[in-house]
């Protein structure tokens, strides 16, 4: 059966265009109060308000009883494919310990890589698959994934083989987009010889995922006590070389200078950015670089939000993101993420939407294709509970989308 489908009687609420919005242009959304949504082999033809058009024979028909339509959410900032878990970590940061000084003692992402390294390509897509049906119920409709807790080349690969496994299932939930992260941490096998492990990932690992199309991006954890600005340097100017895309972790911990080295090299995105200094932030602007804001880790870690105001007053297109992984941050709660954006950072609803669509499609290199609903656009489009969108922070934590359509496909419903 293709991926025919009219959508009508919906409010449809979408940013609109096929790049980032920056600074004010966040929070203008396009409304149809009485739209409709015309859907042919999973994309996007026709857009509008009612008067509808007549369904075509072969099209189904969805009446979407007035409630509100978004494009799907794009989590553009995820580490969803890992072993095990760290609940005991966590138990000990309740206690006042910091995620950096258990990482130093040999735990945080290190634990992580121990069993990941054991885990098989089949029982890790087994373990991400429960994700991606959790995602999909929130309503993302892509996901980008990141390797990093292999630290070695066997592994790396296996996490990336697994996101292209799960990439390219017929009928999935989820477009998963791959990140390379073997920058995550220094393994036990180059303690102590950071240099050495950059030059490794550089020498042994790079071609490999350039020329089997592994990934599209390549991540580091640009951080005091982790890689430094010259070693991340380094590694990203290498991977552009490699056909992959620069993205960070900076300024997550301590402000290193890594929103800067993300404008020096041409980053797509910068993500975390809590300490980042103004300076860093307006070489992200004027490099067009897109701050991808992380706000459930600073609620987990008990940092201080990033400041998304500043941001988009100085122009910048802001994503916000999950950060779902086993340690600094074991939620992929979009509700909440959305909840705390608006509550504790300062955005409006409007550029929060925006944030979770076109500019989380923009820091994928995804704008041209998905993030809104537009003519020529993918029909990744999620139906709220509610004719009103506002309900979005209102439901703090609680999941208000009723049904998620992927490639014109109805793919998940909450009762
Ligand atoms: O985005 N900061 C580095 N990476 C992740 C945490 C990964 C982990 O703790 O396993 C982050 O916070
Ligand atoms: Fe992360």
Known sequence: MPNNLLITNAKIVTPTGFSARKGSEMGKLKIFSKGYVE?????IVQVGEAPYPKSNPGFNHLDAGGKCL?????????HFVFGGERSEEFSWRLKGESYMSIMQKGGGIASTVRVTRNETADSLIAK???????????GITTVEGKSGYGLDKETEIRQLEVMRHLSEAKDRLVDVVPTFLGAHAVPKEFEGRADDYIDYIITEVLHEIESR???EFCDVFCEKGVFT???????????????????LHADEIVDTDGAALAAEVGAISADHLLQASDEGLRMMAEQNVVATLLPLTAFALKEPYPRARFMINEGMAVALATD????????????????????YMGMT?????????????????????IGSIEVGKKAD??????????ILPYYVGMNCVQMTIKDGRIVSQNS
Do not use: W
């Open 349 to 369: 609803i409007e550029e929060v939407i925006t944030a979770l669509t076109l500019n989380g499609a923009a820091a994928l290199n995804r704008a041209d294709a």
């Open 39 to 43: 859907i042919e082999d999973g994309r």
């Open 128 to 138: 991400a698959t429960v994700f991606l049906f959790s995602m999909s119920r929130m």
């Open 229 to 247: 600005v010259p070693q991340s340097r380094k590694l990203l100017l290498a991977a552009k070389k490699h056909g992959l895309q620069p993205k």
């Open 70 to 78: 978004l494009p799907g959410f794009v989590d553009s900032h995820t």
């Open 381 to 390: 489009i999620i139906m709220l509970n509610s004719d009103n969108y506002h």
């Open 324 to 343: 779902l992984n086993p340690g600094s941050c074991f939620s992929g709660s979009v509700p909440l993420t959305i909840a705390l954006a608006c509550i």
């Open 213 to 215: 199309k592994l990934a």
